[in-house]
């Protein structure tokens, strides 16, 4: 089982980034799929979540400025983050967990920096 993440980088505050997840070895529609971040110094923070019957849930710091997505069809899941803030930076992940926590697994991380 592989988890790709994509799309992190530097960009100035009120700017967007689209961070991607590409799974292989798993669907992406049967698990609950969801965006972890961690900042330097900081406990690993879960940022949104959607589960296999397309529920979606976020942290209340990101509501209304993220929205996370799964395409199917490509297996990969979606992070769409706009108004980005620098309190946003973050080394941010993609898990994947199953039903009854059988079957948890994370990507390597990608960065997202936002200059203020």
């Known amino acids: 089982v592989q988890l790709v993440e994509s799309g992190g980088g530097l960009v100035q505050a009120g700017e967007s980034l689209s961070l991607s997840c590409a799974a292989s070895?798993?669907?992406?529609?049967?698990?609950?799929m969801r965006w972890f971040r961690q900042a330097p110094g900081k406990q690993r923070e879960l940022v949104a979540g959607?589960?296999?019957?397309?529920?979606?849930n976020y942290v209340d710091s990101v509501k209304g400025r993220f929205t996370i997505s799964r395409y199917n069809a490509n297996n990969t899941m979606y992070l769409q983050m706009n108004s980005l803030k620098p309190e946003d930076t973050a080394v941010y992940y993609c898990?994947?967990?199953?039903?009854?926590?059988?079957?948890?697994?994370w990507g390597q991380g990608t960065q997202v920096t936002v200059s203020s």
């Open positions: 959607i589960t296999s019957g397309g529920v979606t």
């Open positions: 898990n994947a967990i199953s039903f009854a926590n059988a079957y948890n697994y």
């Open positions: 070895g798993i669907s992406v529609s049967m698990y609950f």
